[in-house]
């Protein structure tokens, strides 16, 4: 069983204000477990189990990479019924409000997660040790990444610094304007890259070149309202290219990529870490420490090589499967076809006779602890080393440097095509732009960025069904939450409380 960093060492919330049961608020009324800063932070190993608290919420980001598929073009929700996991049917159909459970927990856990980064922020100072730079800089990371997927679900956010929320603050503190929660997720990454180390201390653990490559990303997406922007992407994913020592893998290796042994490799930039060794209830799944996205991407009662069993969910769009052309392996890699895999398995709710093959249960070694279901080791590649090379070539494209950008558009197609040139891009303009992006659907296929992209290119319209302009970019904020603010917090547009 390969070791990994993000265990729950933390059984307990390290929050004051916020604890993270299913059942949580942003505010939650009564702390579950209080530390104080006289009796926390005082030593090394202190921050050390603050950062594990922090960095633990990232596996409840599962649900960030399903729906994030589900709500585009990509995949359809499946299950088992149109009932089955209301709030995913719902977003599928572009039908959702702000009485949506699944929603709800990407707002709750990304603010768990965005208030454990801010408790080792707001005491950065207070013990002086070895790694202390090195440890508050992860804590920026964090802050940062949490903060960017609340800003890509929600839009703007109420922000606090470096400081905790606390009890109250829902009825003060305003939600900021988009503008100012880029400028605050800059800042941090800015930051963070200063003090982090090319080499992480840990497999798991943030790297330099992981902080520049999602500072690259906010600046891709910030260029979308700041169009100045595409010029800091193209610049710092530059940087992660040619100095951050990844490759992109070749091959066996290609078509192995999201296979166990591939993990934290040298096309990974940044994962997030999953474990088979500690199961978790349906009661509270974001709880897991496995991969919950995985065994609800399944086939229902699958027979046959290679995989096992799961819920139907998430399944590939017969359209979307078109878009790989012959020979392009990067259909084998996302897509497992039912039609002529060996295998048997019972149709579910939507049922296309495809799965997205990148994360569905694999056969494994030995039985896991806790429900099978919640316990797959897969790691999420959170950012890999092609992805970069996208978002590069798309910045490049859109600052009059095509030469560039058809570079790595290129090195990704031609593995793709077995390092076959016949099929790499050409152009410039808007031409090489619309054709990188395409580029981009098909290479990150399956892992959750499309609804995203096509928000943030403007093309959500006539691609997403149901999908409507001025209301559909953003998710409802939790009624939840617009309740406890008092209306301190604003219902984003389209939406009624």
């Known amino acids: 069983m390969k070791r990994k960093i993000i265990k729950a060492i933390l059984a307990f919330s390290i929050i004051t204000s916020l604890s993270v049961s299913c059942s949580d608020d942003f505010v939650e009324r009564e702390p579950v477990y209080s530390i104080g800063s006289d009796n926390y932070f005082n030593s090394e190993e202190e921050y050390y189990k603050a950062l594990i608290g922090a960095y633990d919420i990232l596996q409840s980001t599962y649900v960030n ?13 499946g299950g088992g019924d149109a009932n089955d996991v209301i709030g995913w049917q719902q977003v599928d159909e572009m039908i959702h409000t702000p009485v949506n459970s699944n929603l709800r927990d990407v707002w709750n856990w990304m603010f768990a997660g965005v208030n454990r980064a801010a408790y080792i922020l707001e005491f950065k100072d207070k013990t002086e040790f070895t790694n202390r730079k090195q440890i508050v800089a992860e804590a920026r990371f964090l802050h940062a990444y949490y903060n960017f997927e609340l800003l890509k679900w929600f839009g703007g956010i109420p922000l606090k610094g470096e400081a905790r929320f606390q009890l109250g603050d829902e009825l003060t503190i305003p939600r900021s304007s988009e503008e100012e929660v880029y400028a605050s997720i800059e800042n941090d990454l800015l930051l963070a890259i200063a003090d982090l180390n090319p080499t992480a201390p840990q497999v798991g653990r943030v790297t330099k070149g992981a902080a520049q490559a999602l500072l690259g990303k906010v600046y891709l997406y910030h260029g979308s309202i700041k169009a100045e922007k595409y010029a800091d992407a193209a610049a710092m994913l530059d940087l992660v290219v040619t100095t951050g020592g990844y490759s992109l893998k070749q091959g066996d290796d290609y078509l192995n ?11 990974s930039v940044f994962e997030v870490q999953y474990t088979d060794v500690e199961g978790a209830g349906f009661g509270c799944l974001q709880c897991s420490e496995g991969n919950v996205a995985v065994g609800f991407s399944g086939p229902r009662s699958y027979e046959g090589p290679n995989f096992t069993g799961g819920f139907s969910f998430n399944v590939p769009t017969p359209d979307a499967v078109g878009i790989f052309g012959t020979g392009d392996n990067r259909k084998t890699v996302a897509i497992l076809d039912m039609s002529n895999c060996g295998c048997s398995y019972t149709p579910g709710y939507k049922n296309t006779g495809f799965f997205n093959k990148k994360y569905i249960p694999r056969l494994r070694r030995k039985e896991s602890q806790g429900d099978f279901n919640l316990t797959n080791p897969n790691n999420y590649r959170a950012i890999r080393y092609a992805d970069v090379l996208l978002m590069a070539a798309e910045a490049f494209s859109r600052t009059s440097n095509p030469g560039k950008a058809r570079d ?3 090195q990704v197609i031609e593995r793709a095509y077995g390092n076959d040139s016949n099929n790499i891009t050409s152009g410039s303009g808007d031409e090489l732009t619309n054709a990188i992006l395409e580029e ?3 290479e990150m296929f399956g892992e959750g960025h499309r609804f995203f992209d096509l928000v943030r290119t403007k093309t959500a319209k006539g691609k997403i069904n149901n999908f409507q302009e001025g209301k559909n970019e953003l998710f409802p904020i939790p009624i939840e939450e617009i309740r406890f603010s008092n209306n301190n917090w604003k219902q984003n547009p389209g939406y009624s409380n």
């Open 440 to 442: 981009r659907r098909k």
């Open 65 to 77: 990479v399903i729906l994030g598929e589900i709500a585009s073009d990509n995949t359809f929700s």
């Open 257 to 267: 990529l999201f296979e166990e042994p591939a993990e934290n490799g040298t096309e």
């Open 408 to 410: 790595y558009v290129n």
